[in-house]
């Protein structure tokens, strides 16, 4: 069945249908109107599946969304359209451009956690770029990912962008064809395999995968408003964020402060249950939730540690006595755990990130602009936020991705047109001034070697030197060519 639908979508694709920008423009607006009209369903489904209320799913879902396709209506002729490049004087009569295509097929796997975002921020890329895409749900948000099925052959072309549903089997076959591009997102162990599929293929691949994120808390820093910010982007959906917090880093006359914030801030946004909070969601499944009452194991719960397991409901849990051997530092922990490392300033804090992976996100919370810029300078990560968290992802400007371990690639607005389309070099010469291309040919003398030297190292942009230059280039042209009648 899987190859059937690949190829009834690649066949879509090759009929031409889906380069025209005003079909483009068509589908992205016909994506839109189903998160409009289906909002209410989305938002029961996503209540079922992570226990989410009605009110973030516009904030955490769709608003990213239909503000990703307003920029791609809005910019599309001109993203699409030939990008014009700097010249030397060899080609300086050519045309030269960079003109971007559609890549073919893309395969797009989301991932549980965000079921409609992570999902369909890559597939507005997919269309805006003019390609084909198979949309691959994860399982593991089983509502979503149904009425996804249902939802998305009702509004776009069910040809060129079907849906497929089912648990590793599927993907797995899915991954044994041939793709022109594979987009993933989750967890890095997936991602390894995603890539090695796609290597069989020599497939272009794209993965947003995660990794423990850092936060460091100066004692330079209003710890109050700076524990606020960090405990909402912490237990946002429960913890289960890739960009989320994963474990703070603070000097040792700060935590206790620091504990005390965050408690306050637990009790503001939940309320002293927040197991009976409509703003508190729940563990994906079984299997994550023991998952994640394995990673306590060892250290110290300084407040929380409330479970009910019949409700898959951990509560919002700070750790403390966390050293870099604790169980809980050895994986990403995706879940409302939060681990409170102890360090004696900036300088072991970044010795301390520099030791393991490289993190998709790095937090800091300072007033010392020279402390921040010090983190930019000595780590790396797939993206650095002082004094706040998770924000970064709402701006379509900056490129979002990992670096190393946390991912490869980067998509949002004009980068996910770019990351889904092949931006082929486009260089059309005319056939005249043979003698000043004679340069290059056979027999080579040094008097040639230099002409041939000149015209390709001097760069040409007409639209800043402007209409002298390309009189000095003409004039240069005829002198070469008189020289060139005397080899």
């Known amino acids: 069945m899987e190859r ?3 190829q009834r979508a690649r066949e879509a694709f090759f009929s031409g249908r889906a380069r025209p920008l005003e079909f483009r423009v068509q589908q992205l607006h016909a994506l839109q109107k189903m998160l ?16 989410r209320s009605q009110y973030d799913t516009p904030l955490l879902e769709l608003i990213g969304i239909e503000n990703e396709i307003k920029l791609a209506v809005e910019k599309l002729s001109d993203w699409a359209a030939p990008r014009s490049v700097e010249k030397n004087l060899l080609t300086l009569s050519d045309e030269v451009y960079i003109q971007p295509e559609p890549l073919g097929l893309v395969l797009i796997i989301g991932a549980w956690n965000y079921p409609w975002a992570l999902t369909l921020l890559p597939l507005v890329g997919a269309i805006a770029a003019g390609n084909a895409a198979v949309v691959k749900p994860s399982e593991l948000s089983e509502c979503s990912s149904l009425l996804l099925r249902a939802l998305l052959p009702r509004y776009l072309d069910k040809d060129l962008y079907p849906v497929v549903t089912g648990g590793a089997a599927e993907t797995q076959e899915l991954l044994k064809q041939k793709f022109d591009h594979i987009f993933y997102t989750g967890s890095s162990s997936v991602g390894k395999l995603v890539m090695e599929a796609a290597a069989r293929h020599l497939t272009p691949v794209t993965l947003e995968l995660g990794g423990k994120s850092p936060c460091y808390i100066d004692k330079n820093c209003d710890i109050t408003t700076a524990c606020r910010r960090i405990t909402w982007g912490k237990l946002t959906n429960c913890g289960q964020t890739c960009i989320a917090p994963d474990y703070v880093l603070c000097e040792s006359v700060v935590q206790s402060r620091v504990l005390e914030e965050i408690k306050k801030s637990i009790k503001e946004f939940y309320t002293d249950n927040p197991k009976v909070s409509d703003d508190y969601g729940r563990i994906v499944s079984q299997r994550h939730f023991k998952r994640l009452m394995g990673l306590m194991e060892g250290s ?15 509560g919002p849990t700070v750790l403390e006595g966390v050293t870099s051997e604790s ?4 994986e990403e922990i995706f879940g409302p755990l939060l681990p409170i490392i102890t360090v004696d300033g900036v300088e072991e804090a970044i010795q301390f990130i520099n030791d393991r992976e490289k993190p998709l996100v790095l937090y800091v919370f300072s007033y010392d602009k020279k402390l921040i810029k010090r983190m930019l300078a000595e780590t790396s990560s797939g993206a650095l936020l002082a004094n706040d968290c998770l924000v970064h992802f709402i701006d379509s400007a900056l490129p979002f991705g990992g670096v190393g371990h946390s991912g490869m690639g980067r998509y949002r607005g004009r980068h996910s047109f770019d990351l889904l389309s092949n931006l082929r070099s486009c260089l059309i010469k005319q056939l005249h001034l043979e003698r000043v291309n004679s340069m290059r040919y056979p027999p080579h ?3 040639r070697l230099g002409w041939a030297r000149f015209f390709l190292l001097t760069q040409i942009s007409l639209r800043r030197l402007g209409y002298v230059l390309a009189m000095l280039a003409a004039l240069s042209a005829f002198l070469v060519q008189k020289y060139l009648r005397q080899d």
């Open 4 to 6: 059937q639908t690949l």
């Open 36 to 51: 409009t009209e289906k909002e209410n369903e989305i938002s029961t489904a996503l209540k079922q599946d992570l226990n």
């Open 300 to 314: 110290t719960v300084a407040f929380g540690g409330d479970v009910d397991e019949s409700q898959l409901y951990i």
């Open 327 to 330: 169980r809980v530092m050895k």
């Open 445 to 447: 003398n040094s008097r």
